[in-house]
């Protein structure tokens, strides 16, 4: 019987996951969701104005590249837009893992704040 409940909880989170998915189909769909993402998340200290996404379309996911941005309202060099950080966006359900925290090994996010 508690195995049964176990199982029935994990379906009902499962069903909860699935209802709140967003498919991407877009590379803007992706930079979109990557600017809300990092801003939600506080991936960077930067305003969301100050950073770049770039975004490569790869077979199930986006890859963004998330670059600082250097304007005179920004700050740093304008010759210059270093990668903060890369996310992965996958394009059925939006799933998101990034490289943020080491710089190299890709993970999922935080639960939302």
Do not use: W
């Amino acid at each position: 019987m508690r195995a049964r409940l176990v199982t029935f909880g994990l379906l009902l989170a499962s069903a909860h996951a699935m209802a709140s998915e967003r498919a991407i189909s877009t590379a803007d769909q992706a930079a979109d969701r990557a600017a809300e993402v990092a801003q939600t998340h506080h991936l960077s200290s930067n305003r969301t104005q100050c950073l770049l996404f770039d975004v490569s379309d790869e077979k199930s996911y986006f890859m963004v590249a998330v670059h600082e941005k250097h304007t005179p309202e920004c700050g740093g060099d304008p010759n210059t837009a270093p990668v903060l950080f890369f996310m992965k966006l996958r394009k059925r359900d939006g799933y998101v893992v990034t490289n943020r925290r080491d710089g190299e090994h890709f993970a999922p996010l935080p639960r939302k704040p």
